[in-house]
């Protein structure tokens, strides 16, 4: 079913009885999926109100939907608080999880990984994870296994912490990472010497239990206490060869990752991804400017079989980055190297609401749709900065070849 066919069977249902608060909610919750913020704000306070709930109790998940919404559009403090009214106990793993993107927007880092260690409490996030406890005894065992979870995208942006364990852990420090991300990180890390040994791992394999002190690279800033982020780039790889008197490259990604089973990821991959007239348009305007589009999807210039070790080189090759909220993102920073990144209005936490630049990675500029679901305006500030871009680097040639 698509997320319009469930806005559609829930206004069905409300028609019924209008004054009913789970339907109410579930409306809510429909229109959200179909990214529909507006709307959906509407049904969710409608959702919140005593009297459409038997015996005037505001059901706990009329809450959490309206604080979704909230988040969503940005409201945090006003999401926080019906956060607070779901879940008053720190008992639900989403809710947390939540609340520590609310927490990660405001800046406060510490309390961000101490609420997002709450996602243990929800066993599917276990499944393929090594099972607790965590840490146990880490500043002094003989070694220490990481492994990674979730997105690619958050284990490249996760990297940072490494040399920080590295220098605080005195023994051998094991990093098991997914096949894809393998290659990169042997070679973009061999920098911090053979006190970091970097092996394959599956998390869709079953769960098996883990002999000695072992824990999560995503609980890496909490157990280490971090407040404030890590310097970001941290892969460094080989230069590549120099190109004499070639057109500037511009590599290019426009999709985020295709994670279509679950409603809600299935809403993040259309927010953050560009429309195809979109990328189409967006190509034509670089191509109008005498640039050279590298397509750095897989299966476009970038083989289908790549690993995250062939996108970087990819990356190198191109004299700019332009990347949705996706890994290669992610990647593109870590390697500090000019990212440019596309975000829809209702973006990641991580991005904050309104700054041009983050401390997650110094060499990325941020731009942003000016509206929920603008990437035409998006796309004039775009080609503005870019444009400035070539002035800048023309007058940078010019003065070189005059000295």
């Given at each position: 079913?698509?997320a319009?066919?469930r806005?559609?069977r829930?206004?069905?249902?409300?028609?019924?009885?209008?004054?009913?608060?789970?339907r109410?909610?579930?409306?809510?919750?429909a229109?959200?999926?179909?990214?529909q913020l507006?709307?959906a704000?509407?049904?969710?306070?409608w959702?919140?109100r005593?009297?459409?709930?038997?015996?005037?109790?505001?059901?706990?998940?009329?809450?959490?939907?309206?604080?979704?919404?909230?988040l969503?559009l940005?409201r945090?403090?006003?999401?926080e608080?019906?956060?607070?009214?779901a879940?008053?106990?720190?008992c639900?793993?989403?809710?947390?999880?939540n609340?520590?993107?609310?927490?990660?927007?405001?800046?406060?880092l510490?309390r961000?990984?101490?609420?997002a260690?709450?996602?243990w409490?929800?066993?599917?996030?276990?499944r393929?994870c090594?099972?607790?406890?965590?840490?146990q005894?880490?500043?002094?065992?003989?070694?220490?296994?990481?492994w990674?979870?979730?997105?690619?995208?958050?284990?490249?942006?996760a990297l940072?912490?490494?040399?920080?364990?590295?220098?605080?852990?005195?023994?051998?420090v094991?990093?098991?990472?997914?096949?894809?991300l393998l290659?990169?990180?042997?070679?973009?890390?061999?920098?911090?010497?053979?006190g970091l040994?970097?092996v394959?791992w599956?998390?869709?394999?079953?769960?098996?239990?883990?002999l000695?002190c072992?824990?999560s690279i995503?609980?890496?800033?909490?157990?280490?206490?971090?407040?404030?982020?890590?310097?970001?780039?941290?892969?460094?790889?080989?230069?590549?060869?120099?190109?004499?008197?070639a057109?500037?490259?511009?590599g290019?990604?426009?999709e985020?990752?295709?994670?279509?089973?679950?409603?809600?990821?299935?809403?993040?991959y259309?927010r953050?991804?560009?429309?195809?007239l979109?990328?189409?348009?967006?190509?034509?305007?670089?191509r109008?400017r005498?640039?050279?589009?590298?397509?750095?999807?897989?299966?476009?210039?970038?083989?289908?079989?790549?690993?995250f070790?062939?996108?970087a080189?990819?990356?190198?090759?191109?004299d700019?980055?332009l990347?949705?909220?996706t890994a290669?993102?992610?990647?593109g920073?870590s390697m500090?190297?000019?990212?440019?990144?596309?975000?829809?209005?209702?973006?990641?936490c991580?991005?904050g609401?309104?700054?041009?630049s983050?401390p997650l990675?110094?060499?990325?500029?941020?731009?942003?749709?000016?509206?929920h679901?603008?990437?035409q305006?998006?796309?004039?500030?775009?080609?503005?900065?870019?444009?400035?871009w070539?002035?800048?680097?023309?007058?940078?040639?010019?003065?070189?070849?005059?000295?």
């Amino acid at each position: 079913m698509t997320a319009f066919s469930r806005v559609l069977r829930c206004r069905r249902e409300l028609s019924v009885d209008a004054d009913d608060g789970l339907r109410l909610l579930n409306l809510a919750n429909a229109c959200r999926l179909d990214d529909q913020l507006t709307e959906a704000l509407c049904w969710a306070q409608w959702s919140v109100r005593p009297n459409s709930w038997p015996d005037g109790v505001v059901d706990a998940r009329a809450a959490q939907g309206l604080a979704n919404v909230l988040l969503d559009l940005g409201r945090f403090e006003a999401a926080e608080t019906w956060f607070s009214k779901a879940d008053p106990a720190f008992c639900l793993a989403e809710v947390q999880w939540n609340r520590s993107r609310i927490a990660l927007a405001r800046g406060d880092l510490l309390r961000a990984w101490q609420l997002a260690e709450g996602r243990w409490l929800s066993m599917p996030v276990h499944r393929g994870c090594p099972a607790p406890p965590f840490w146990q005894g880490w500043q002094e065992s003989e070694a220490v296994i990481v492994w990674d979870e979730q997105g690619f995208g958050d284990t490249l942006q996760a990297l940072r912490w490494l040399p920080l364990l590295c220098q605080q852990h005195s023994g051998r420090v094991e990093l098991l990472v997914r096949k894809p991300l393998l290659r990169l990180i042997q070679q973009g890390m061999a920098w911090l010497g053979a006190g970091l040994q970097v092996v394959p791992w599956s998390p869709q394999e079953a769960p098996h239990p883990l002999l000695g002190c072992h824990g999560s690279i995503l609980s890496l800033p909490l157990l280490m206490q971090c407040r404030c982020w890590a310097d970001g780039a941290v892969l460094r790889l080989p230069p590549p060869a120099r190109r004499e008197n070639a057109a500037l490259r511009i590599g290019l990604v426009w999709e985020a990752g295709r994670y279509l089973d679950e409603p809600g990821q299935a809403l993040e991959y259309r927010r953050k991804s560009l429309p195809p007239l979109v990328q189409q348009e967006l190509c034509r305007q670089l191509r109008a400017r005498s640039l050279e589009v590298v397509l750095l999807e897989p299966g476009s210039h970038l083989p289908a079989s790549a690993d995250f070790l062939e996108q970087a080189q990819w990356i190198q090759r191109c004299d700019l980055l332009l990347s949705v909220d996706t890994a290669a993102a992610h990647l593109g920073g870590s390697m500090g190297h000019p990212t440019w990144l596309l975000l829809p209005w209702a973006c990641a936490c991580r991005w904050g609401r309104s700054s041009v630049s983050t401390p997650l990675y110094a060499s990325m500029r941020l731009f942003r749709q000016p509206r929920h679901g603008d990437w035409q305006g998006l796309m004039a500030k775009l080609l503005d900065a870019l444009d400035q871009w070539l002035l800048e680097r023309s007058a940078a040639v010019s003065s070189s070849n005059r000295a």
